[in-house]
Each structure stands twice: as C-alpha cells, then as structure tokens.
C-alpha cells in the first residue's frame, strides 16, 4: 500500500513538472507577450518575466519592442527636374503596440519595407535633383510623415528616417563638375577685379600724394633699386624715364640739316628761306615760262657726245 502510495505521488510530481514545463513561458525586458486563447486575443499584454499559460489551449507571440533598422533596397526614379537617379534610405522603427502588431499586419517588418520602398518613389518624383543633393532634412521628414500615417494603425511608430545615397549618372556628374568648375573661375575673376579695383585706387592716393611732393617718387626709386640688389643679381635694372628720351630725340633732330642742304654749304649772305616760302614762289611762275622752257643739252641724252668722225 505504501508503495502505491510513493508511486503516486511520484506520478503526481512528474505529471507537475511537465505541466509546468509546458506551461511556464520567459519574457525577456525587450519584448512584449501576446497571448491567444483558443484563437482569441487575451485582453493583457504579457510583460517582461516569469507567465504561465495553459498548455494546449493558449497560444502566445513574442514582440520585440527594440528600435529595428531597416535598409531600404535603392530605387529609381525621375526627379521633378527630369534627372534620372538612385536613391537609397534607412528607416529606423519600433513597435509600441504589440497587440496591434500581431493583429493588424501579417508581417510588419515587410509591410514597413514596402512602404518605405513606395513613398521613396514618390518623394523622389516630387523633388528636384539640388533638394536631394542639399536639403536631405527636409526631405527626410517629408518621407517620416508618409511612413508614420499608415504604421500607426499597425502599432508601430516610425522614429527617424535618413536618406543615404543618391547616384547620379556619369553624364549628370561630368556637367555638375563643369558648372562647379566655371562658378568657381567667375569667383575667382570676380576676385581678382576687384581686388585690381582696390589697389588702382590706393594707387591713384599714391600718385596724389607723390604729385605733391616730387622728392617722394625719387625715394620710391631708391628703394626700387635697392629691393632689386638685395636679391643678388648679377644685373641690375635702373628705370629710366621716357619722357628724357623723347627730349634727346628731339633736341637730335633739331641739330641734324636737311639733305638738300648735306652736299653743298650753305651762303650766309643770302637770308634763309623757308620751304613754305619756296613752295608758294614756284607756284607764282608764269604756267608759259615752265611750258616754253627748252631742255638743255646736259638733260637730253645724246647730244652732249660728239658724233664720231668720218674717215676721209
């Protein structure tokens, strides 16, 4: 009788542990549980811990509640400004109810990415090529709101969504490095005028100030030379002012005769005349006189020889 007794309890015990076993269920802190009793939804949400549910006749789904991070796979598309490119994003969400993430959507995870995918799409065609090359914030939060209606009805709370990449094409890169590269030239010509503006100015104060005193462009000269020389040259380079060559040039053409006047000296009884002078006494000689004038026999050729003699 006592054996049957030990048997039983043992039984009885065994029977326990495997009850408890089948029954007893670990939440971690991260994770939420849902438990379904014969089908139906349990009005609480199992916490973190230690519970026990009916074997065989209830049913429970771990949520985890951990922000996850979800790459979206790169999309094509066409900007507003009719440029093909490629866009990819990461979305980084996190269930808050996890009741309603096992209720309401099959599969969140995927629902999530293709919605994502969808509202990439169309956030690229309603945007133009420098929004998405500079104004990402923007662009980032427009693509936040279009995620985060639909998933709250899911349990699921989208907590920040950035745009990664944005490939152009080859085409696309070569005219933006040649739009680059000429705004930077006309930066740098817009510079370099004004910057020649400046210095014509401070310039023209100089040449005011050396104006009024002569002996202050002398010194400048001075130390022209001597900066020059510091650099031990083996030449140096004296400025010298053009305007004392033009008066050497002209004081030498003043001195040199004329060549009518080169082959024969010239007779300081007669009172000199003027070109001007000859020229308008040409012009008063009788038209007759210049017509009737016969030419001498040194200008005809031929007569100034002598006809060769006839032997006898």
Known sequence: MLDELVMAGAAVLSAG???TMAAARVVRQYER???FRLGRLRGNVRGPGFTMIIPGVDRMHKVNMQIVTLPVPAQDGITRDNVTVRVDAVIYFKV???AEAVVRVEDYRFAVSQMAQTSLRSIIG????????SNREKLNQGLELMLDSPA????VSIDRVEIKDVSLPETMKRSMARQAEADRERRARVINADAELQASKKLSEAAGVMSEQPAALQLRLLQTVVAVAAEKNSTLVLPFPVELLRFLERAAQQREPSPSQQGRPRDETQPRTRPAEREHEVQREPQAQRETRLPL?????GLSE???AVAG
């Open 17 to 19: 542990a495997l009850y």
């Open 126 to 133: 309603k945007s133009e090529l420098d929004d998405l090359l």
């Open 297 to 301: 026999a040194d200008e005809v050729p």
């Open 152 to 155: 709250v009805g899911w349990g």
């Open 306 to 308: 002598r006809p060769p």
């Open 96 to 98: 808050v109810d996890a």
């Open 33 to 35: 549980g849902v438990v």
